[in-house]
């Protein structure tokens, strides 16, 4: 059984500073945005936008922003039964956590967003819908570190491919330029690229922007057919296609319900 017992979500803090404390609880860290420092008792790294940590009871951890604006990133604390503790044993079982770079950081923001809602919300059945999302959060994060047994020759030629992508997803990337990147050829670029991130980097590229996409659309009034070319996609009927595809849903959908739960709040407050 899993209870959970705290979610923050840490928004651009200015001057964010964690003190070195030993974890009481099994932790997860879902990182947004942006870059920060941790420390996880000796062990000194660098979190980005995509990276999770998952923390078991044990370790002393601290951290302070990075170099870069204040990130963004959402904390979970939640204590496990003995039967829930040996399933999640073998990651992070002897250094007492793991980090790795998700595949599916779409995925996750809008389950630990909707996770934080439900907790923050306190509303009738909380509890339960809670319970519910930091199950299947955990559940899909321990199924993708099951899949990360992979050379770490490979893991750095995808990590050096995600980055050149990373910094030019806005722009043209054709399969060429990645395979001088690396020097490799092309069916080998696909082939390990797809065995760490479990997609192409055609689909990496693909929801990368539509993640971008998602977030312009609920933050911004700028038009559909101008997110489309500010991406990359040139023709708003493909960056439809593509949207619809990754999200289940077309752009418009996405701006409609925004509007209308701001006409709502409009309402309410009057």
């Known amino acids: 059984m899993l209870r959970l017992e705290n979610v923050i979500f840490d928004d651009h803090i200015p001057n964010w500073r964690r003190s070195r404390i030993k974890s009481m609880r099994?932790?997860?860290?879902?990182v947004v945005q942006g870059t920060f420092q941790f420390e996880l008792d000796d062990f000194n790294t660098e979190l980005t936008?995509?990276?999770?940590?998952?923390?078991?009871?044990?370790?002393?951890?601290?951290?302070t922003n990075g170099p870069f604006p204040p990130h963004q990133k959402y904390v979970a604390h939640f204590q496990l039964d003995e039967s829930s503790r040996?399933?999640?044993?073998?990651?992070?079982?002897?250094?007492?956590?793991?980090?790795?770079?998700?595949?599916?950081?779409?995925?996750?923001?809008q389950r630990f967003h909707a996770l934080h809602q439900a907790w923050i919300d306190k509303s009738a059945y909380h509890e339960f819908v809670c319970h519910g999302l930091?199950?299947?959060?955990?559940?899909?994060?321990?199924?993708e570190l099951d899949r990360k047994n992979i050379a770490s020759s490979k893991l750095k030629l995808a990590r050096q491919i995600e980055k050149h992508i990373q910094q030019h997803f806005k722009e043209e990337i054709r399969l060429e330029q990645l395979c001088e990147l690396v020097q490799l050829s092309p069916n080998y670029v696909i082939r390990i690229f797809k065995e760490?991130?479990?997609?192409?980097?055609?689909?990496?590229i693909h929801q990368?922007?539509?993640?971008?996409?998602?977030?312009?659309?609920?933050?911004?009034?700028?038009?559909i057919h101008e997110i489309s070319n500010y991406l990359g996609f040139c023709d708003p009927t493909y960056f439809n296609r593509?949207?619809?595809?990754?999200?289940?849903?077309?752009?418009s959908q996405l701006r409609k319900e925004?509007?209308?739960?701001?006409?709502e709040s409009v309402v309410r407050n009057r």
């Open 26 to 30: 099994h932790v997860i860290i879902f």
């Open 49 to 63: 936008k995509g990276d999770i940590l998952f923390v078991r009871p044990g370790p002393y951890r601290s951290g």
């Open 86 to 109: 040996q399933l999640s044993a073998p990651h992070g079982s002897e250094k007492g956590y793991v980090i790795y770079k998700t595949n599916r950081a779409e995925y996750f923001r």
């Open 134 to 143: 930091i199950s299947e959060i955990l559940g899909s994060m321990l199924q």
């Open 196 to 204: 760490v991130f479990n997609q192409t980097p055609l689909g990496y």
């Open 208 to 223: 990368l922007r539509v993640s971008v996409a998602r977030d312009m659309l609920l933050q911004s009034d700028i038009t």
């Open 242 to 251: 593509v949207f619809r595809k990754i999200t289940g849903y077309p752009p």
């Open 258 to 263: 925004r509007k209308e739960a701001e006409a």
